[in-house]
């Protein structure tokens, strides 16, 4: 005797694994860290192009302090170790120039810290020069998108 084949109950196993599917890569990438960067204390804002990218960069007077802030998703249940990397546009790349560090808040997720400009500032003191430079903060699971500056003299 013959059985026809179970289409039906087929079908419905492949869309249930489908589903299955989705709704697991939906929850990972809601599982992942979001971590924010804001650079404050700048006197202007200034399209250019450095490093072959226009971007806009937020300008720092060589006496002024910088001030970066930020925010990490899900919130840590104890205090954790933040990373600003800051890179420095050097013949046309960007190339790692030093590293700040600081501490953030448990349970708000919050970080906050503050670094002179002075050491970034160009070396030239005759005439008006700008340096250019890429900062983005690393947490243990993520990492911020990249914050454009400049640092004049």
Avoid: W
């Amino acid at each position: 005797m013959n059985h026809p084949p179970r289409r039906p109950q087929f079908l419905l196993l492949v869309a249930l694994l489908a589903v299955l599917s989705i709704g697991g890569a939906g929850a990972a990438l809601a599982a992942g860290t979001t971590v924010t960067l804001k650079l404050k204390g700048e006197y202007t804002k200034v399209h250019r192009t450095a490093c072959h990218r226009l971007k806009e960069f937020r300008v720092f007077h060589r006496h002024s302090t910088v001030e970066f802030k930020g925010l990490v998703t899900p919130a840590p249940a104890g205090h954790f170790p933040v990373r600003l990397k800051i890179e420095r546009c050097v013949n046309g790349r960007f190339r790692t120039y030093t590293d700040r560090f600081t501490t953030g808040k448990k349970l708000t997720g919050e970080y906050k810290g503050f670094f002179s400009a002075a050491p970034l500032a160009p070396r030239s003191h005759g005439r008006r020069a700008i340096v250019y430079y890429d900062a983005r903060a690393y947490v243990t699971g993520g990492h911020s998108e990249h914050k454009y500056f400049a640092v004049t003299n």
